[in-house]
């Protein structure tokens, strides 16, 4: 009372209790900035955590089978490699560093093959239907370059089975092939798809064109060549193997 004489206790109150106020509201507001601000960052639901987690196990079990593929225990008693090639091209896609791993280790392929006398030049436009076919179908595999992917996807460069009877490959291209074969010196115990919607002349067109690229010299494939070796396989369903096929 004595520091306000004149004024009495009834005129001070109210300016004290406005500034009180103004205190409690900015408190009250920064309390709410912040409750807001811990809300946003943190994560919000358990689902959000578990796609964390999840996220991190694939991580850890792609590096495991990267790591895998390029050691040792990966390789079967006899050399080859034991990687089922959905779980191949899983690693490769997920991991560049594999990738470049397997691009050291790609084994040069052998001189192109030399052309026969009787060789035929296939025309452009079957050529360009080839390229169109073999870029839906096979590039994933066996690369643009054609060279595949060493231990993994066979060269299909300057290898006898690509220049030789367009039979074989034909019946493997409808149906799958699998067992141990030995290209550029490299075993690949592994499986090679059917190749799934493509008609007559794409396989004509697509085996053409791999036939006469990648330094390759042999002659045009026609859709009635496909045709024949379709019909007089149409009893098959599974993959061909490559003991039957007579390939090692
Ligand atoms: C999913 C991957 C994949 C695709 C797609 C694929 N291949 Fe293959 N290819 C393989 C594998 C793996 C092998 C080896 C199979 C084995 O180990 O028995 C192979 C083997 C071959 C061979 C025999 C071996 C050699 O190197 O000469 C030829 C020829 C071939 N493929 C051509 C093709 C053509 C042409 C296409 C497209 C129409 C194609 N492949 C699509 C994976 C693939």
Redesign the pocket.
């Known amino acids: 009372m004595s520091e306000h004489p004149s004024n009495g206790s009834r005129a001070l109150l109210p300016g004290q209790v406005k500034s009180w106020l103004g205190i409690a509201a900015f408190v009250l507001v920064a309390v709410a900035v912040l409750a807001y601000a811990f809300v946003a960052v943190r994560p919000t639901t358990n689902t959000d955590l578990e796609r964390r987690t999840a996220q991190k196990a694939l991580r850890a079990d792609t590096e495991s089978k990267a790591k895998a593929l390029l050691t040792a225990p990966a390789k079967n008693a006899d050399g080859t490699y034991r990687l089922p090639?959905a779980d191949a091209?899983a690693v490769i896609a997920a991991d560049p560093k594999v990738l470049a791993e397997m691009r050291k280790s790609a084994v040069a392929p052998v001189a192109p093959a030399t052309a026969s006398a009787a060789f035929v030049k296939a025309d452009d436009e079957q050529l360009k239907r080839g390229l169109a076919?073999?870029s839906r179908?096979?590039i994933?595999?066996?690369q643009p370059t054609g060279k595949?992917l060493a231990p993994?996807?066979?060269?299909?460069a300057a290898?006898?089975?690509?220049n030789g009877d367009a039979t074989l490959?034909i019946k493997?291209?409808i149906h799958g092939?699998?067992?141990?074969?030995t290209?550029d010196g490299v075993t690949?115990?592994?499986?090679?798809?059917p190749?799934a919607g493509?008609t007559d002349q794409d396989?004509a067109d697509?085996?053409t064109y791999?036939r006469q690229s990648f330094g390759n010299k042999s002659n045009p494939v026609t859709a009635d060549q496909v045709k024949a070796v379709r019909a007089a396989n149409a009893a098959r369903t599974a993959p061909w193997n490559?003991a039957e096929l007579g390939l090692k």
């Open positions: 090639v091209m076919v073999y179908t096979c994933a595999c066996h595949g993994v996807f066979p060269s299909i290898t006898p089975i690509v490959p493997f291209i092939l699998m067992g141990p074969i290209v690949y115990n592994s499986m090679m798809p190749v493509v396989i697509v085996l791999v490559t």
